[in-house]
Structures are given as C-alpha cells and as structure tokens.
C-alpha cells in the first residue's frame, strides 16, 4: 500500500525540489511525525529536516499573537464585559460564564470565516428587535436588557478584540483574521519560500484566503487527497469541499487539480458489526486484534479509531495480552480519571455556607482509593473506625469537631478537606494543592506501582495552579461556587496524553487524529447516527439562515466534514471494521450511521454485516439447598438451649435459608446509617415509651389519673427514647420530624382509647409490661433440651380475663388473627405468623406458671386502633362458629403444629432449602 505522503514526497522528488528548503503545512501536529519519517525513508542522502508547521502553528507566526487557553479568555472577556455593564446590570462570573463560553465560540467562527463583524452583529440585533415576542410599547425591564445584550454584541467584540490585541494574544479566529492582514507583508519578505500544503479539507475563509495567495505568487503546491469515486458522484458529501475549491479558486482556472486518485475502487474486506452497548464494541475490538495477531504476526499499519472518546478506557482494557507496540494519539479525558470524583465532592460540600457534611459525602472522601491510604496510621484503618461510628451513632450530619472526636489522633487530611473555609476560593485552591502533595507523599513510598496515579495528580497540581493563577491574575472567582464552575470547565477541555511509539505497531486515535495518515487495517468504532456524524446540533447564537446568508458553517458541513474523514480512512485501507451500537443509549445510539447504509448501497464492495449477540444463556434460578452437617447441628443445639424465638420460628417459615444465616452463620444486615427512622426504630420507640408508662403500675388497676399523667408525658417520653434508640441522629427536621410526630400521635391515641375503655366502665389490671420468658420444652425425640424464649409486650386483666397482647406499629387486620386448620400455622407465613406468634406466648406463660382458662391472646396495631384489642380467632370449618378463649386444648393443638416445626428444624437428614419469597 502507498501512502498519501509517500505520494507526495515522490511527486516532489520528480519535480527535483529540495525537501530541507520546503515548508510542508499540515492539518496537525502528528501528521509531521509520519512526514519525517517518510522523508527519511524517501531521500538516499543527508539533508537538514524540513520545517514541518501544523496550519495552527503557521498561521500563529503569520498573525505575530500567541494563542491563549479558552480559561484566559473568559476571564479577559469578562473585564471587557464589566467596563461596558452597568453595575445593576451585569451578571455574576458565574452567570456570564454559561453565555459566554457560546459567544465567545461565535466570535471565534466569526472571524476564521472573515465575515464583517459590524454587519452581522448588526443584523442580529436588527432580527431580535423584530422578533422579540413583546409586543407592548412600554417593554418591560427583562425585555430592554434583552435587546440591549443584543446591540451590544459588536461593542463585546470590538474591545475583546482590542484588548487582546494590545496584549499581543489572541485566540483562533483573531490569530486567524490577523494572519490574512499580515499575508501581503510576509509574502513581500519571504520570495524564495517555497510551502507545501497536504491533505487538507475543509478550509475556512482565512485558510482560503492565505493559500490561494501563496499559490497566486507561486509560493505554494498543495496536495488534496479525494477520490474519483466521491469527485464524480454529485451527492457525495465527502468531496464537498474539494469540488468547491476546484470550481471557485482561480488558481484552477491554469493549473492542476492535485490529486483525484482511484484507490476507493481497489478491492476491500469490508466487515459490519452491529453490537449491543459500548463494552460490547470494546470486548469486538480486542476479539479483532487478537485475530489480525494470530494471522499476520504484528499489528503494524493497524488502527483504531474511536468515534465516542469515552470508549478509549474499555476498548485498553480489552486488549489482548501480547501486544507490544501500542501508540494512543487521543488524549485521556481529566474528567474521567479518579482523582476527579474527589474534588468534585471535595467542592460541592464546600460551596455552601455549611460547616455540617452529610455523611455520604465524608464517607466518600475518605473512602476514595487516594485519600484512604492517608487514614493509615500505625497499621491502624482510622477510616474504618470513622465509618463504623458514623453508622452506629447515625450520624447524618457532622462537623471537623466531630470528626477529630471521633479519629482520636490529628489527621491532617480531615483538617485539610473539612476545615470551614468561609467560601474563599484561594483558600479552597490552597487545600487542593496541599491534598496533591500529601497524596503524592503517599504515591511516592512505591512510585513503581503508582506512576499513573502519579501523572494525575501532577497534571491535577497543574490544573490547580492555572486556577490559582486565573484567580490571582483577574479576581473574578469571588466564591467557591464559581470557583467549582471554572474548575469544571476546565475540566472539559483538559487531556492526560500518553507516551508511545509513534511510527510502528497498534495506533489508537480520534477521528480528526488521522487526517493525513493511511492504514491498512482500520477499526472504527461508533458508527452511529449521531456520533458519525454527529447531527445537526449547534451551540450557537447565530441562527442558521443567517449562517447560511454570510457562508458560515451549517450541520451541513459538520456532517460533511466527518463523510470526508470517515471515507479517506476507507481509499487505501484493505481490511475495514466497522462496529456500531445497536442499542439505545439515552440520546445516542441505536441507529447505525448514514455511512454504513451509503457502503452497502453504492455497491462498489461487498458488505459482510454481522449482528453481533452476546451469549447470554437462560439461568434458572436454583435455590439454595443447605446440608445440616456436624457444625451445623452443634450449632442448632447452642440455638436451641439459648431458646428459638418467636420471630426467628416464624422466619423458619418464611424461608429456612434465612434462618440458617441469622441462627447458625449469625449474618445480619448491614449496619448503615439510619438516615431516615426505620420502622422498627419508631416500633422500638413506641414500645419503650409505653413500657416507661405502664411499668410503675404493674399489678394496679389502669386509672383516669394515671392515663392523663402519661399523656402530659408523651413528647418528652418519645423524645428520650428517640436519643437512646436513634442516637445521635437528628429528628428535628425532614422526614424525621414527621416520624417523630408520628410516634407521638400512635402514644397519644392508644392512651386515649385506653380512657375510652375506662369511660365505658370497663376496668384493666396491668400484671406485666415486655415480660422475658425462657421456658424448657419437651421433646423427648431430641437429645438435647429445647426452649422457647420471647418478650410479650403487655398482660393485663380486662374485666377479670386475662389479656396476653402483642403491639405492632404495622398493620394488622382481624383476619391476620384468625385460623381454621391448625396446620397452616406453620406453613403459610403471611396469613399466619401473627397467630403464630400470640400462640407462642400464651404458650410460654402457660409452662412457666400454669394460666387459669379461659385466656385471650391478640394484637393492638397502632395503625388500626379502631379495631381495638383483635383476639386470635380458631373457627370452624364450613362454620361461622369461632371461639376467641385460649383453652389448654388450644394450646395442645398449638404445641403439636410447634413441635413439628422444632424436630424439622433439627433434623439431620431435612436440609435448610430456599423458599421463593
């Protein structure tokens, strides 16, 4: 395969030119290392180096400005924008930023196409004053600074301009104009100068302008690199320009056309893979070069091209092992390194005038993998100690002072990232530069392990200053939340470049990365509608058909601009991938790109398009099937002598696989950080409230005197019982408070329906309040002794009848309560738990001191209190009989359903088997 350069170097070579006095302008920077290379591959003896500018770098030394970064113009431009606001007027940093950043790209396309900046201002302001949707004579205030900014657009531009100019600086479009300005006086100095141009496209008005004049003075050859197949086709996007050129530049009229070349027609393998999501492509890529390898040996002269950059980190991570040669020309995005998670939270907790951090920020912080190795100190993971006492106080909130309290030993990274920092940005860069030190302190102990980490917190450090320097330079960044806003646009732009080898092996690149250069197999990712090209979105103030009236560029363009790109990596490459998403991403993907359908429908190559389906077999889930081994059944009996509880038979029911890892694995949730009260703290509460109530007057007769005392209690009860159970969370506020209030509310109506009951004349004895029961059963099958244990929450006498009752804050119905077959006890968890459960303290009470019959046994649910005291209830089948007194019948029908569930759960050959719940 010929290169396009090698093309050139012998077209030079024929017209015996000498390359060391040539200038060559390219497209960009890499392209000039490829040039070199080629030149010292093309010439047999010894010459100086050519100088080899990239059209940025030439047009830089025409215009006699520097460039500056995007940074320094907003803050140039906004000085501009306070001289000519008036002080009521203008907006903050941070307002103006998100305007500005837009206008500032008009600006820049405004200029790089040469277009008379009065008049279009001009005619802006005209179109909005006749387009603006008030219609009244006396326009209101938003109205008028509407217009104004409108008008005022050329006065921005004009002393934008002006100022930079004074400074000797400029950005693109200024350098761009200037350059034009100075193009007669260079070419006056600069006679013998002899400059090739090659492979370029899509010019601007001031690269037009500069080249044509070149060429006019015989100054300049330029190469373009398009095909017959796309020059002779009338709807081809990708030879737009070049027919463009050709027609209107009068140079054409008596030269050459430099090159129309035939090598899109040369035969092709052209493969098409369609593949769900980004890591499906990734995964694609590496199966690819992992063939190419096995087959040819090396991946030399191979490239891949990343349509979406956020595929570079994927698509590294799918490589195969035995690649060697490996050159990324993109540039990792900052944005997506670490280290960027963490100043990101580091400035959204400080740019609130708050010295409280909620604890899913601290947590973050402090477990983020280059700040943890901080909280290291004499092998001890201070970290860890931190978190576990922010989950058992639950704390949502906290300050430095606590977090010093709770560390125990000064860390200086808790004084750094929590300390107040009253809204001051220097002082919040300050903080940032001293973290990347004591991180790089922590890096450097084992630098051999940690030199990427390394490079992003120098490039961080880098960044930080630039901040720092803006900031000291210009005093716009008046507070940390505009200083967040800077950082992030920043951050946008902002690259960490990798070091590879440029000429041999695997390259990986942008699209716009490969202009110039030629592969013979080439891998493009993300050919998707959208991507490639990439639509018809336009960040910009200038509506289109005034675009199109002053011949700027439109999507139209754009999309050209990526068919030229898409279809010159296509003309001398022999093996093609193409792989797009066909899955839809949000916005993005889905639809392959218009260029895929183009290729299969011009026919020229033969299309091998491929749906690429991730193998994903049906998984049956398999429930989990637990043998009752040796220790298991050690274990079983440790259980059984400390007593099964009610709660944990009735989890038995529901599904033996969780018993198996509370009882015998002793597993429990996760302690985390109670941030809004759990049902079971405000059942906790409620209970200890009313445990606090009623146990002064165990063995007394319930009076009005001692309900109305409780009653003035309340608020005070709860809250005391909120601190013990929630500690140190906060329940003045939010969902919380509401909880609180609750609390209070299911306390309040209880007492009163208690003095309800006593109105009515009914009279209640309190015998015991969250009583402790642990009583030995006989089951004489097993030889080990078993016991049941359990708290019944009150046992009171109502009218002379024992009353063994259960308090939930959940709700329960009556039918919750009922039972017909004696079996279902231990089989249906949902209908038959709550019996279950009231059974089992009846049960208990009636072993440890014999009852006197008739006993009730029920549910008071705080939920539905108008339901009262709800009896468990044995009715008769295919009867309306039901009788509500606990017999010692019932309890023998009772103990017979609970024995059967005591010898399943202890039998050897009967393993603990997940039930789907």
Known sequence: MTTFIEDVLQDLYKKKLDLSELIFILPNKRSGIFLKQQIAKTISKTIFSPEILSIEEFLQDLSQLKQVTNSTLLFEFYNVYLNLTKKEDRDSFDVFSKWAQVLLQDFNEIDRFLIPHKNIFDYLSAIKETDHWSLDDNKSDFVIKYLTFWKKLYKYYNSFSESLLNQKKGYQGLIFREAVENIQIYIQNNENKKHVFLGFNALNKAEETIIQELLQNDMANIYWDIDEVFFSTSYHDAALFTKKFKTDWTYYKNHAFNWITNHYITEKNISVFGIPKTVGQAKQVGTILKEIKKEKGHLNNTAIVLGDENLLIPVLNSFPNNIEDLNITMGFPLKSTPISNLFETFFRIHKYASKEFY??????????????????????????NLIQRIQSNNLVYLNLGQLNQITQINIKTVDLLFSDLDNN??????????????????LSSNKSQNLLALEYTYRFNELFNELSRLNIEYGHIKNISTLHTVYKELLKIETLDFKGEPLHGLQVMGMLESRVLDFETVIITSVNEGILPSGKTSNSFIPFDVKLENDLPTFKEKSAIYSYHFYRLLQRAKNIYLLYNTEIDVLKGGEKSRFITQLELEGIHKIN?????????????????????????KKLITV??????????????????????????????????????????????????????????????????HLKKMKSKISESVKNHFKKVYKEGTINKGKNLIVFEVAKRFVYNFINSEIEELNKGNQIKIIAVEAKHKVKIDIPELPFPVYLSGTVDRVDEYNGTLRIIDYKTGKVDTPNVQITNWEDLTTDYTKYSKSFQVLSYAFMMHLKTPLQFPVEVGIISFKNLNKGFMKFVKKEENSRTKESSITQETLNYYFIELKKLILEICNPQIDFIEKEV
């Open 425 to 442: 940005p220097a002082a919040a860069l300050k903080v940032c530069s001293e973290v990347i030190l004591e991180i790089k302190k922590q």
């Open 359 to 384: 604890y899913k920020d601290v947590i973050s912080i402090i477990c983020h993998p280059l700040i943890r190795p901080l909280f290291f100190v004499n092998d001890v993971d201070i970290s860890t």
């Open 609 to 633: 398009h491929k749906i690429i389906v991730p193998d994903s077999p049906s998984i049956t889930k398999e429930f989990d099937r637990i043998k009752k081994t040796d220790s298991v059944i």
């Open 640 to 705: 059984s002598e400390s007593g099964f509880s009610p709660s944990s038979l009735t989890n038995y029911i529901r599904n033996p696989i969780d018993f198996y890892f509370d009882k015998i694995l002793g597993i429990k949730e996760l302690d985390d950080v109670e941030e809004t009260v759990a049902a079971n703290t405000l059942g906790t509460v409620v209970h200890n409230t009313l445990e606090s109530f009623y146990r002064p007057i165990i063995g007394e007769f319930l009076t009005i005197g």
